[in-house]
């Protein structure tokens, strides 16, 4: 008799054991493919990558093109698709594995639309939809797009806003080569020239770029033209060598982007 059951249990035994086995396993795969979903897997070792490493106040990030919006942390990879936003309050800073810095204003939005994964030449192209960004380049190239034209550097300094309301983008050549394309025209820019896409005429920079170079960009210190009397060391950024801008009605497009992001000029009053 016990035989008999013994017979009959143990199989049992057994296959329950089995079904179990089956079944956690299934539960396993499905928790992983919700974590991957949740968490996309970090890029490749020795990859090119875009990171964030400066947050001031309030900056908002989305990943990749697919995952939603959210608070940005420092050390977030944005993928090609991802993007990285600015509120009234916040500034930011992106860097690239080959040393690049990507600093953004105030107000600025910016996706990564191309991220190649030639180390020995790397490539980088941003859209800018709307705002401020100052590049330092670190070898290789940057496209930088907005609706209204486009902005390439090559081993040089370039800053580049966009002001939807004004339909016009003003790029900076603080030092190197940069060129400015709108409808098939190409303009080249070398150091401490400036251009928007309005008119594509070359002029000198303006006082006031060269003091948010330095407010914003520490490294653009040893790049700041002779005349210009900022490239001494010992210069205290917040204190303006130029003078403060009236509020005129109508005044010139460089006060206007100005006012636009809340940034007024290093050292002035702040308008009331």
């Not at 974590?35 to 970090?42: I, R």
């Not at 964030?52 to 939603?68: C, D, G, P, W």
């Not at 942390?73 to 993007?83: A, C, L």
């Not at 204190?239 to 982007?257: N, S």
């Amino acid at each position: 008799m016990n035989r008999r059951v013994l017979a009959v249990f143990v199989p049992l035994f057994f296959s329950t054991l089995i079904v179990a086995s089956v079944f956690g396993t299934a539960r396993n795969v499905e928790a992983s493919t919700r974590s991957q979903t949740v968490d996309p897997t970090p890029p490749p070792s020795g990859s090119r990558t875009a990171t964030i490493r400066e947050i001031v106040n309030q900056v908002l990030s989305r990943i990749t093109e697919t995952q939603s919006e959210s608070a940005a942390t420092v050390g977030q990879v944005i993928r090609v698709g991802g993007t990285v936003q600015t509120l009234t309050d916040g500034k930011a800073r992106v860097d690239l594995s080959e040393g690049t810095i990507v600093r953004l204003a105030p107000q600025t939005i910016f996706t990564v639309t191309q991220l190649n994964q030639d180390t020995g030449n790397p490539f980088t192209r941003l859209r800018l939809v709307v705002g401020k960004i100052w590049v330092i380049l670190n070898g290789g190239s940057m496209d930088v797009e907005t609706p209204v034209g486009a902005a390439s550097v090559r081993g040089s300094l370039m800053s580049v806003t966009y002001n939807p309301s004004l339909g016009i983008a003003i790029i900076t050549c603080l030092e190197g080569t940069c060129a400015v394309t709108v409808n098939g025209v190409t303009i080249v820019l070398h150091d401490n020239q400036q251009t928007n896409t309005g008119n594509m005429v070359i002029v000198k920079i303006a006082d006031q770029e060269l003091l948010e170079w330095l407010a914003n960009n520490p490294e653009s210190n040893r790049f700041m033209p002779p005349s210009s009397g900022l490239n001494d060391p010992n210069f205290d950024n917040q204190t303006p060598l130029v003078p403060c801008p009236q509020r005129t009605a109508g005044g010139g497009k460089f006060r206007i982007v100005s006012a636009l992001f809340s940034m007024p000029r290093v050292g002035c009053p702040t308008p009331q």
